[in-house]
């Protein structure tokens, strides 16, 4: 049976919009708030048969198109030797540039357990329900690196950017690589599409994004036998830019109007866009800001609808049943 999501990637017109939602698997679920509290977050994401479980979730209660994998963009960094912790988001102690391109090559075989989660996913998923694996792009990996953690700013990966061009350059490529060996791994396992978050790429100036972020993410994803998606939310300047990372479909958030994202972007596929916040009002809401976003989609191909970036935790799940509801409707 075909997958619409892989369908609406390759542009082929669909009697409705693909519908998935990105961090679906996660602590706006009270199944999964449970399953929680007998496991830790690296417990969880490192074990496949609760990272499975986390996976499956959604998709039993929402019937969503894609099942994305519970895992974090982190995750690669510790099968390259990173220590880290998370509180919820990963602490670390910062890195120089120079060390972070002294790191070893990644070992597949310490993040094995994201494979063998996806190939456990696969044989429970409905067949019509399209694997989703992912990786964060190495500008937003550098980011952490550099800062060793999360910040609204992350001064560190700017200045680097801009002080030591040549090394930058060579870090990120080096990044690159590696997210392409793991997310190879994760097609090979099973997964039907991939997608790249960056998600702090939208930091940085045009001639800095097309300079270092886009060769980057464009390299991560380069060859990979499935359709890749490339996210980089807050980034609405470089719309034009990011066509050139060779991604089969770019997801919007909610601040620019998804048909204008859309001209900017060219003959691609299209994923978003709308607010989170919408899912914390009520169904009449829900339905009519759906209605309103599929109206102005019109039905063109290739459109695949999910939220202008991750779901709330506050998030109720009788929404998210309205949400998709209003979708199917």
Same mark, same amino acid.
């Given at each position: 049976?075909?997958? #619409? ?12 919009? %693909? ?28 074990t ?8 499956? /979730? ?17 995750t ?13 988001g990963?602490?670390?102690? %910062? ?34 329900t399209?694997?989703i !694996?992912?990786?964060?792009a ?9 800062? !060793?953690?999360? #910040? ?33 791994? /994760? ?7 991939? /997608? ?8 940085v ?14 390299? #991560? ?10 996210f ?9 830019? /990011?066509?050139?990372? !060779? ?23 299209v ?11 009520? %169904? ?23 939220l ?22």
């Amino acid at each position: 049976m075909s997958q #619409s999501l892989v369908d609406a990637l390759r542009l082929s017109p669909l009697p409705r919009p %693909p519908v998935w939602i990105m961090r679906q698997a996660g602590r706006y679920l009270p199944e999964y708030r449970e399953l929680r509290e007998r496991h830790s977050f690296k417990e969880a994401v490192s074990t496949p048969e609760v990272a499975a479980e986390i996976t499956l /979730q959604p998709i039993r209660r929402f019937g969503l198109d894609g099942a994305v994998i519970f895992a974090d963009i982190m995750t690669p960094l510790e099968g390259m030797g990173v220590e880290m912790t998370f509180d919820p988001g990963p602490t670390l102690r %910062p890195y120089t540039l120079r060390e972070v391109l002294e790191l070893p090559d990644l070992d597949t075989d310490r993040v094995g357990f994201v494979a063998e989660t996806i190939r456990r996913v696969g044989t429970e998923v409905p067949s019509e329900t399209a694997v989703i !694996g992912f990786a964060g792009a190495p500008v937003t990996l550098l980011a952490y690196l550099l800062e !060793g953690g999360g #910040s609204k700013d992350f001064f560190a990966m700017r200045v680097a950017l801009r002080a030591d061009t040549t090394a930058a350059a060579a870090a990120l490529e080096k990044l690159a690589r590696e997210m392409r060996v793991y997310l190879g791994m /994760q097609v090979e396992a099973g997964a039907h599409v991939v /997608q790249l978050f960056d998600t702090w790429a939208g930091l940085v100036d045009l001639a800095t994004f097309e300079s270092l972020a886009v060769p980057a993410a464009r390299a #991560s994803l380069a060859g990979l036998d499935a359709p890749t998606i490339y996210f980089a939310p807050g980034s609405g300047h470089t719309l034009e830019l /990011q066509a050139k990372v !060779g991604a089969n479909g770019y997801g919007v958030d909610w601040r620019t109007p998804i048909m204008e994202a859309w001209a900017r972007l060219g003959e691609v596929a299209v994923q978003g866009n709308l607010d989170p916040a919408v899912l914390l009002t009520d %169904p009449a809401t829900i339905a009519s800001e759906v209605k309103a976003l599929l109206n102005q989609v019109a039905g063109r191909p290739g459109h695949i609808m999910n939220l202008g970036h991750g779901i709330d935790r506050h998030t109720p799940p009788e929404n998210v049943t309205a949400f998709v509801e209003a979708i199917r409707a």
